[in-house]
């Protein structure tokens, strides 16, 4: 049985390792190649597009994949449809593993948003030294002259490229992050307001809490549509039990 992973999330990762310890499944990790030393997941591993969803639903039907788990970022969107297209056109039973999204407490000072450019808009009312956990890209909504008095922090696994804010320091780091590490970096910069968006998971949720307790607002970009279609799991142990499951019926029906 060969399984097809759609990663670069931890939890695809979580999910190599559970399977590359269950016997039967051939597993093949997909990294889109967008950080340049990615950690790799145990297992096969392909690096880079496929061309759209004919082109994914080719590389299934030309490598006997027998299942397909979307376990991309929440914000890969193009990815999930193309997941969904491909899985359709080549017969191929497909899971999606989307980790929970995360939820306002009290005492939060969330501004949801539905982009990046209306975070951006959304800023010079809530702050002006700014925490930016948005990853490298889509760094030029925030590079308009209607900000350019306000100064960011940028944080991020590799280096962006321009364009991006002209008052930007650039902070290199990879989750997971401590709650004491959050609660320093925004004392020590001083920031006043902190952008994110609703990746889920707990590896860089401790900034939602180190913000709450500082009284400091988060602009939380909300998560873009995703397909319905397939099973929808949110732990890789769910995934990997679907797996199994998988594995036990072609056994029967052999």
């Known amino acids: 049985m060969h399984v097809l992973i759609l990663g670069g999330t931890t939890e695809a990762r979580r999910l190599a390792e559970l399977l590359d310890r269950t016997p039967g499944p051939r597993v093949t990790s997909s990294l889109a190649g967008r950080v340049a030393a990615p950690r790799m997941p145990p297992g096969e591993v392909r690096v880079g597009g496929f061309g759209g ?5 080719a590389w299934l039907r030309g490598h006997g994949v027998d299942a397909l788990i979307d376990a991309t970022h929440p914000f890969a969107g193009t990815i999930s449809f193309n997941a969904a297209t491909a899985a359709a056109l080549a017969h191929v039973p497909l899971l999606a593993l989307r980790r929970t999204g995360w939820v306002a407490g009290a005492g939060d000072d969330w501004h949801p948003v539905g982009s990046l450019a209306e975070a951006a808009r959304a800023l010079p009312a809530l702050g002006e030294r700014v925490f930016l956990t948005t990853g490298r890209m889509g760094l030029a909504a925030f590079a308009g002259e209607e900000l350019a008095a306000l100064w960011f922090l940028v944080r991020s696994v590799d280096a962006p490229e321009p364009p991006y804010p002209a008052r930007t ?3 290199l780091g990879r989750g997971p992050f401590t709650l004491d590490g959050e609660r320093a970096l925004l004392r020590e910069h001083r920031i006043d307001v902190v952008v994110t968006k609703d990746s889920g998971g707990a ?4 900034k939602l809490v180190a913000a709450r307790e500082a009284g400091v607002p988060v602009v939380v970009v909300r998560r873009p549509a995703v397909p319905e279609a397939g099973a929808v799991v949110a732990t890789p142990e769910e995934a990997a039990d ?3 499951r998988l594995l036990a019926e072609g056994r029967r029906g052999a």
Request: a negative charge; charged letters at 20%.
């Open 53 to 57: 969803a004919e082109g994914l639903a």
């Open 203 to 206: 590896a860089t949720a401790p």
């Open 169 to 171: 320091e650039v902070l």
């Open 242 to 244: 679907w797996v199994r």
